[in-house]
């Protein structure tokens, strides 16, 4: 590491969780995929040198822990990993594997790319026109898990507090009302923020809008869209046009000009999250790189993944992009009911892998790796998910998939 930045060697060791349910299906059977791309990218070159670490219920069998140690420390130790699904173990002490695994690492952004391949049947009219890239932050909002259960003890103080000390007087039901505190802070906002306008300028992409809800949650969704106009402000003056600046030049100079103020710079907006979600449905071409607190990123991420066809192809990583530690992840669940049945789509832990290759700043492989997905989606060769939903299809098992893209290489 240097300076947030990865210093990559030719032959990384990269841990890997093989995950629950489908992980058995798709995680392993899926790393050959990526080892083929980085042969064909670079010959004998590179190449990653995979480690089994465990998480979920192969490791609670083996060492008692559903998240031991050793498997956090791998992921410090070598910064970039890849995962398949976990089960939330019930009683284990965690709200979700998932989520202490993104706070132990302090893994800050969610980061959703969001794009369309041919052939995928959509819900909605023009899915080539969805090309987005969602930063959704990791550790704060309702990722903080401060609540408090109406009738217990602590939820009786907070509620005593509010009402006595600060003279809330807006509960409706205060003697049966649980409690929850969302924490959004300037310093997590901002780092996501300035990690997604980094993102934007490094890719040339268009713009960045901030979603927010902060027409009600002023203090704390309000103050997240003001703490990324400052940012701006103050660290990307020259990179960045505001939106309120875009829009006076188009006023008083006309749109020719106000586009050309925008040449070599990213747009930064801001959009109410209800208004978000059906803007994305009427005009998607409008957005680009999305930054945006937890909760929204949630909803966000699943209708923007259903417009290309569904999460079950949706990659996925959690990034600090400050020390370049990451996770890549498969976005769906354990699916138990159709776990070693061999059925299941590998195609969001192979495209999660391909982000990984780019984040490994091996761009020629995970290019390799996004053109064979989408050549044998195209060619109607998949799995039974899609097979249900398109025609003249042929059905092929998980492994036979991930052959089918491995072939795709050749």
Same mark, same amino acid.
């Given at each position: 590491m240097h300076?947030?930045?990865? @210093?990559?060697?030719? @032959?990384?060791?990269i841990p890997?969780?093989?995950?629950?349910?489908?992980? *058995?299906?798709?995680?392993? $059977?899926?790393?050959?995929?990526?080892?083929?791309?980085?042969?064909? #990218?670079?010959?004998?070159?590179?190449? =990653?040198?995979?480690?089994?670490?465990?998480?979920?219920?192969?490791?609670?069998?083996?060492?008692?822990?559903?998240?031991?140690?050793?498997?956090v420390?791998a992921?410090?130790?070598?910064?970039?990993?890849?995962?398949?699904?976990?089960?939330?173990?019930v009683?284990?002490?965690?709200?979700?594997?998932n +989520?202490?695994?993104?706070?132990e690492l302090d893994?800050?952004?969610?980061?959703?790319?969001?794009?369309w391949?041919?052939?995928?049947? !959509?819900?909605?009219?023009?899915p080539?026109?969805?090309? /987005?890239h969602?930063?959704?932050?990791?550790t704060?909002d309702?990722?903080?898990?401060?609540?408090?259960?109406?009738?217990?003890?602590? *939820?009786e103080?907070?509620?005593?507090?509010?009402?006595?000390?600060m003279?809330v007087t807006?509960?409706r039901?205060?003697?049966t009302a649980?409690?929850?505190?969302?924490?959004?802070?300037?310093?997590?906002?901002?780092?996501?923020i300035?990690s997604a306008i &980094?993102?934007?300028?490094?890719?040339?992409?268009p713009?960045?809008?901030?979603?927010?809800?902060?027409?009600?949650?002023k203090?704390?969704?309000?103050?997240?869209?003001?703490?990324?106009?400052?940012l701006?402000?103050?660290e990307?003056?020259? &990179?960045?046009?505001?939106? @309120?600046?875009?829009?006076?030049?188009?006023?008083?100079?006309?749109?020719?000009t106000a586009?050309?103020?925008?040449?070599?710079?990213v747009?930064l907006?801001? +959009?109410?999250?209800?208004a978000?979600?059906?803007?994305?449905l009427?005009?998607?071409e409008e957005?680009?790189?999305?930054?945006? =607190?937890n909760? @929204?990123?949630?909803?966000i991420s699943? %209708?923007? #993944? $259903? /417009?290309?066809?569904?999460?079950?192809?949706a990659?996925?990583?959690?990034? *600090?992009?400050q020390?370049?530690? $990451?996770?890549f992840?498969?976005?769906?669940?354990?699916a138990p009911?159709i776990?070693?049945?061999d059925?299941?789509?590998p195609?969001?832990?192979?495209? !999660?892998?391909? /982000?990984?290759?780019?984040h490994?700043?091996?761009?020629?492989a $995970?290019?390799?790796?996004? &053109?064979?997905?989408?050549?044998?989606?195209? &060619?109607?060769? +998949?799995?039974?998910?899609?097979y249900s939903?398109m025609?003249?299809a042929?059905?092929?098992?998980?492994? %036979?998939?991930?052959? %089918?893209?491995?072939? %795709?290489?050749?």
């Amino acid at each position: 590491m240097h300076q947030g930045r990865l @210093n990559v060697p030719d @032959n990384p060791v990269i841990p890997y969780i093989k995950g629950d349910g489908i992980g *058995n299906d798709i995680s392993e $059977a899926s790393l050959k995929v990526l080892d083929k791309a980085v042969e064909k #990218a670079f010959g004998s070159k590179r190449k =990653m040198e995979w480690k089994k670490v465990l998480a979920g219920s192969e490791a609670y069998e083996q060492t008692g822990s559903y998240l031991p140690e050793e498997t956090v420390n791998a992921f410090k130790t070598y910064h970039v990993g890849i995962k398949g699904p976990l089960t939330t173990p019930v009683g284990g002490g965690f709200r979700s594997l998932n +989520v202490a695994l993104r706070q132990e690492l302090d893994l800050y952004v969610c980061l959703r790319p969001v794009k369309w391949i041919k052939g995928i049947p !959509s819900p909605v009219k023009h899915p080539e026109k969805v090309d /987005m890239h969602i930063f959704r932050e990791n550790t704060e909002d309702i990722y903080a898990g401060i609540e408090y259960m109406t009738g217990e003890p602590d *939820n009786e103080k907070i509620m005593n507090f509010l009402r006595d000390e600060m003279g809330v007087t807006r509960i409706r039901f205060p003697e049966t009302a649980s409690i929850g505190i969302k924490p959004v802070s300037e310093e997590g906002s901002k780092r996501l923020i300035r990690s997604a306008i &980094q993102y934007a300028l490094d890719r040339d992409l268009p713009s960045v809008t901030l979603v927010h809800k902060g027409n009600i949650m002023k203090y704390t969704e309000g103050a997240f869209k003001q703490w990324g106009y400052e940012l701006a402000e103050e660290e990307f003056e020259k &990179q960045v046009v505001p939106w @309120n600046e875009y829009e006076q030049a188009r006023e008083k100079a006309g749109p020719e000009t106000a586009r050309k103020l925008l040449e070599g710079k990213v747009l930064l907006k801001d +959009v109410i999250t209800d208004a978000f979600l059906q803007e994305t449905l009427l005009r998607p071409e409008e957005y680009s790189v999305i930054a945006t =607190m937890n909760l @929204n990123g949630d909803y966000i991420s699943d %209708q923007l #993944a $259903a /417009m290309i066809g569904g999460i079950g192809i949706a990659p996925g990583a959690n990034i *600090n992009y400050q020390t370049g530690c $990451a996770v890549f992840e498969a976005t769906h669940g354990t699916a138990p009911g159709i776990a070693g049945k061999d059925i299941a789509n590998p195609c969001s832990f192979i495209l !999660s892998g391909a /982000m990984m290759l780019n984040h490994l700043g091996w761009e020629q492989a $995970a290019g390799i790796v996004f &053109q064979a997905v989408e050549d044998a989606i195209s &060619q109607k060769q +998949v799995t039974q998910d899609l097979y249900s939903v398109m025609d003249d299809a042929t059905l092929l098992s998980t492994s %036979q998939f991930i052959d %089918q893209v491995t072939e %795709q290489m050749d």
